[in-house]
């Protein structure tokens, strides 16, 4: 029962390289998040997906893109990372549709770009 | 003006005290009120929620969402050390593909 899963936790890159972060989750939701968190700012939404094959943007999109493949997987892709995208990573998912939307968090990915 | 204010903290209580945690928004289309906790290092994981104004209880926590001054609290009664973490309140609007609104959140410490 392992919930949402990010890899990797940490990572260090210097500017302009690419990664990559993993989000998986084993509840079978269709909706998935991924959020930044920063001091003084709160969870920001990057971008989501409603259902396999679907992604829309978020508050602040800019400088990442994402893709969902498969419906328990959700990449999260920054192509050139520059120090303003040094933040921690969250991936969630939900049920989604009507309701409250309960989103269940991974341990989240600390991104560090020099 | 953010949709969602909440004190940042921290805020400091001895152990066995009641504690009030509050945010204020601006956005009268959200319908449900949610609370999440986020211990250091960790993903946020949910207390509790609400639909619509009124109260929720749950063991020591209650939420409380007052619709017509844009204002909910949650009330941590006896605290104890292992409830020090951040708090978040989280609001949704669900015409708007299920998408939260977050508070920035408030940092507790509860000390023996």
């Known amino acids: 029962n392992a919930g949402v899963t990010q890899t990797p936790k940490f990572r260090v890159l210097k500017t302009g390289q690419s990664m990559t972060l993993l989000c998986a989750q084993d509840m079978n939701h269709e909706y998935m998040y991924w959020y930044r968190q920063d001091p003084g700012m709160g969870l920001r939404l990057i971008h989501y997906s409603v259902g396999e094959g679907t992604t829309a943007k978020g508050e602040v999109p800019d400088g990442y893109n994402v893709s969902r493949l498969k419906k328990q997987n959700f990449l999260l892709g920054l192509e050139s990372a520059a120090p303003s995208q040094t933040s921690v990573y969250f991936c969630?998912?939900?049920?989604?549709?009507?309701?409250?939307?309960?989103?269940?968090f991974g341990a989240g990915s600390r991104l560090t770009v020099l | 003006q953010k949709e969602v204010e909440q004190d940042p903290g921290p805020l400091s209580v001895p152990e066995g005290a009641i504690v009030s945690l509050n945010c204020t928004y601006s956005n009268s289309a959200f319908q449900y009120f949610m609370w999440y906790r986020q211990y250091s290092r960790k993903g946020p994981e949910l207390l509790m929620y609400?639909?619509?104004?009124g109260n929720k209880e749950d063991g020591r926590f209650t939420a409380q969402v007052d619709k017509s001054s844009k204002y909910i609290s949650l009330f941590i009664r006896d605290s104890q050390p292992s409830d020090s973490a951040t708090y978040l309140c989280?609001?949704?609007?669900?015409?708007?593909?299920?998408?939260?609104?977050f508070g920035t959140g408030t940092r507790l410490q509860v000390t023996l």
């Open positions: 969630a998912s939900s049920q989604g549709g009507s309701g409250a939307n309960v989103l269940t």
């Open positions: 989280a609001m949704l609007n669900t015409g708007t593909a299920s998408k939260l609104t």
């Open positions: 609400t639909y619509s104004s």
